[in-house]
């Protein structure tokens, strides 16, 4: 069979994955050293992303790994990108009006409350929010800008290609979040959330593994997140 052949039967599979009705986030038997090289993940990366609001091609791929174990979740990052903006900055600076950044928004039982937004740059900046409401029927925008994951963990690497970006999120800090349903995860547990990229290159993009069916508060959906699912 032609590589090119195994490749395009490669993307179909992986995006079947990301367009089906849950996203798996496999179980690591091994340690992952969050240091920005990624020769140590074994779980497979999804993508790639596309336009968050109309499933259109990226102009630059972006592709993300999910991984979990007993004390944390992990994401790992793959983008290319050949004009990167940005800098290092203090943490929870404002980097996603203004950096090359990608990010995990979570929010375990779906209900638009008290969801989490993490985002790290090229350079390892990374910040954290709580966001208890968005929409007008919960009152409006209110986020908490002092909450802070205590132990997370956010490398970045520049190569020749781009970046890669690895996170850690230890469930311990997340469990204290009131009314948001972060119940620490077993095999089978199901929680809502999305990975996003945004790309102030050449050509400004906002990006998603999953897309949505309209843009009204931009990433900001939880209702159409997608389902990711902790399996063996």
């Given at each position: 069979m032609?590589?090119?052949?195994?490749?395009?039967?490669?993307?179909?599979?992986?995006?079947?994955?990301?367009?089906?009705?849950?996203?798996?986030?496999?179980k690591?038997?091994?340690?992952?050293?969050?240091?920005?090289?990624?020769?140590?993940?074994?779980?497979?990366?999804?993508?790639?992303?596309?336009?968050?609001?109309?499933?259109?091609?990226?102009?630059?791929?972006?592709?993300?790994?999910?991984?979990?174990?007993?004390?944390?979740?992990?994401?790992?990052?793959?983008?290319?990108?050949?004009?990167?903006?940005?800098?290092?900055?203090?943490?929870?600076?404002?980097?996603?009006?203004?950096?090359?950044?990608?990010?995990?928004?979570?929010?375990?039982?779906?209900?638009?409350?008290?969801?989490?937004?993490?985002?790290?740059?090229?350079?390892?900046?990374?910040?954290?929010?709580?966001?208890?409401?968005?929409?007008?029927?919960?009152?409006?925008?209110?986020?908490?800008?002092?909450?802070?994951?205590?132990?997370?963990?956010?490398?970045?690497?520049?190569?020749?290609?781009?970046?890669?970006?690895?996170?850690?999120?230890?469930?311990?800090?997340?469990e204290?979040?009131?009314n948001?349903?972060?119940?620490?995860?077993?095999?089978?547990?199901?929680?809502?959330?999305?990975?996003?990229?945004i790309?102030?290159?050449?050509?400004?993009?906002?990006?998603?593994?999953?897309?949505?069916?309209?843009?009204?508060?931009?990433?900001?959906?939880?209702?159409?997140?997608?389902?990711?699912?902790?399996?063996?």
């Amino acid at each position: 069979m032609r590589f090119d052949t195994i490749l395009s039967s490669l993307v179909v599979i992986i995006t079947a994955a990301v367009n089906s009705q849950n996203i798996p986030i496999p179980k690591t038997k091994s340690k992952i050293s969050i240091d920005g090289d990624l020769s140590d993940w074994k779980t497979p990366f999804l993508g790639p992303f596309v336009i968050h609001d109309s499933e259109k091609k990226a102009v630059q791929n972006t592709f993300v790994s999910l991984s979990w174990d007993k004390k944390n979740l992990y994401l790992a990052y793959k983008c290319t990108d050949s004009n990167i903006i940005g800098k290092t900055q203090d943490k929870d600076s404002q980097i996603f009006y203004t950096d090359d950044l990608v990010e995990i928004f979570l929010d375990p039982d779906g209900d638009s409350h008290n969801y989490i937004e993490v985002g790290v740059n090229a350079f390892s900046t990374n910040y954290d929010l709580l966001l208890k409401c968005i929409s007008p029927e919960c009152g409006g925008w209110n986020t908490e800008l002092n909450f802070d994951i205590k132990g997370i963990e956010t490398v970045s690497n520049i190569n020749s290609d781009g970046y890669t970006a690895e996170i850690k999120i230890p469930f311990s800090s997340l469990e204290k979040i009131e009314n948001g349903g972060f119940i620490k995860p077993k095999i089978g547990t199901k929680w809502k959330g999305n990975a996003f990229r945004i790309d102030y290159g050449n050509t400004t993009e906002y990006l998603a593994l999953h897309p949505y069916k309209s843009s009204k508060f931009g990433f900001h959906q939880p209702e159409e997140f997608a389902v990711f699912e902790f399996v063996e």
